[in-house]
């Protein structure tokens, strides 16, 4: 059995320990800006990754890559040391793992668009209800032909092979309408605009890469870098969510370990909730419930707790909450309903102790060995034993071209999918339609009209004889009759044309 980790410890010399046995079942870490939430993330971190639990983490603003290096003597870290009386502390630093959704500061990270799924994808592409169901339809149809839908531009082609046909769809499957499959086309442009088809694709990530341990026994961090990608909400919150999902899908149930497989931390996690849909919600809730079963700790990194839903917040039992502001009416309501969801100390007056936090300094609640949360605590969080702060590029290279995944993503595989298959489908239809046309032409020639050749005209011979009297008369009185009628004709067509008579 693993030891109790140490995290914090207040100026009594007290400690508050994180128990490995109760590591998946889900915490909250929480504080305004500045207030140490990153540090107690990285702590945290090492402490899991030292009893060999792999860990998943953002690093939303580039300064978690630090874990990497071994630590130096701050004269900040150095006081903390001395104030918490840590006389074992050493510096020293851990394996890590670079991930990356664009494929420039680690591994790329990609999903297939099957894979996400409709509900997903709706989310991404900002759809209502209507316009999902609609999206659901056009998934079902591809499954139904055998039509993979990998990256981006299956699931265009997909969309619009369904708007073309959506008339021999709708007795089996329903009403395909053409202002649904404008606004999926519209969400498909703008996530592309994004870089979003960077990330869906092959070869897809397999969730067990993540679950790894190094050779001398500690848990691999994997760390997504989101410095560029949190610039983009939907596509950073959807794809922790279906990684979640993926997980829960994918492992078994083991029930409760003496440690977690994985720990999991959502950074900024206002946005996995932010605008989303009661289905999604639900989904969320759900995943977040029955994965504690398959060895799974997810912990929310967060500014306000008010950002997580009461559903998902009352599963959180291990919490560690730094200060937090209080200068407005909705910020003072936020502090008095978060005193009251830890077990209450009579020595502290929680309401006033979140607002007077120092940094580095958070209120710590535990759950103890049965399950029930620990009586909350005041205390520093200990520092960390890697390096606080980024990396230089070269660095972070070094531990990419070292890892045992290096060349295994970094190549987009194109195998035939739903694009290749409907443009080779149509092809092929117009190529019959050309030949078929060509032998109808040929079964049916078109008749060809002949005029008979002009004899050729005889010569006058120099001795013909002169017309008499009455023949030249006749021809000139045919000639002025022929000319009139003529001029009559003409400026009949032209008055027709041109509307007179």
């Known amino acids: ?87 074992d502390h050493r510096f020293q630093e851990f394996p890590v793992a670079f991930w990356d959704i664009f494929g ?16 997903l994808m709706g989310r991404l592409f900002d759809l209502n209800e209507v316009q999902t169901g609609v999206l659901t339809l056009i998934f079902k149809i591809a499954d139904d032909n055998g039509l993979l839908l990998l990256d981006l531009k299956d699931l265009r082609a997909m969309v619009q092979y369904a708007g073309d046909n959506a008339s021999q769809f709708t007795t089996e499957y329903g009403n395909i309408s053409k202002a649904s499959v404008g606004a999926i086309q519209r969400g498909l442009l703008e996530l592309e605009m994004q870089g979003g088809d960077q990330f869906f694709g092959e070869p897809m990530l397999d969730v067990f890469d993540l679950i790894r341990t190094h050779s001398d026994g500690r848990g691999v961090i994997n760390i997504l870098a989101a410095d560029q990608l949190i610039s983009r909400p939907k596509v950073y919150a959807t794809f922790l969510l279906w990684l979640l999902a993926e997980l829960y899908e994918r492992l078994p ?32 809730e759900q995943v977040v419930r029955l994965i504690r079963s398959k060895g799974v700790g997810v912990y929310f990194v967060t500014q306000n707790p008010r950002d997580v839903p009461d559903k998902v917040l009352a599963q959180l039992g291990n919490r560690v909450q730094h200060a937090l502001r209080a200068f407005t009416p909705m910020e003072q309501k936020t502090v008095k309903s978060m005193a009251q969801t830890f077990r209450p100390n009579p020595q502290l007056e929680l309401e006033k102790v979140i607002t007077e936090l120092g940094t580095g300094e958070a209120l710590v609640s535990f759950l103890e060995e049965k399950g029930t949360p620990a009586i909350v605590e005041r205390a520093f969080v200990c520092p960390p034993r890697s390096r606080v702060g980024t990396i230089t590029p070269e660095e972070r290279q070094r531990i990419i071209q070292a890892s045992l995944q290096f060349g295994r993503y970094e190549k987009v595989i194109d195998r035939e999918s739903a694009f290749e298959v409907i443009k080779r489908r149509t092809e092929q239809r117009a190529a019959a339609g050309t030949e078929q046309a060509a032998r109808q032409q040929k079964s049916y020639p078109v008749p060809q009209i002949r005029y008979p050749e002009p004899k050729p ?33 003409l400026r009949g067509i032209l008055g027709s044309i041109l509307g007179k008579r």
């Open 457 to 489: 005209a005889k010569r006058p011979s120099s001795g013909r004889t002169r017309d008499s009297l009455g023949e030249a008369f006749a021809k000139s009185t045919i000639r002025s009759i022929g000319s009139s009628l003529g001029r009559q004709i």
């Open 1 to 87: 059995m693993s030891e109790p980790m140490l995290i914090a410890k207040n100026t009594q010399n007290m400690g508050f320990y994180f128990l490995p046995r109760m590591a998946n079942r889900h915490g909250l870490i929480a504080g305004a800006t500045g207030t140490g939430k990153t540090v107690t993330l990285q702590t945290i971190s090492e402490h899991l990754s030292q009893i060999g639990v792999p860990v998943f983490l953002a690093d939303v603003k580039g300064d978690l890559a630090g874990i990497s290096q071994k630590g130096n003597d701050h004269p900040k870290i150095l006081d903390r040391i001395k104030l918490l009386q840590l006389s």
């Open 253 to 284: 149930e083991t029930g409760d370990l003496d440690k977690p497989k994985l720990v999991f931390f959502f950074d900024e996690a206002h946005l996995l909730f932010e605008d989303a849909p009661d289905a999604l919600q639900d989904k969320i």
């Open 104 to 119: 420039k500061s680690g591994h790329p990270v990609r999903a297939t668009v099957s894979d996400m799924g409709p509900l």
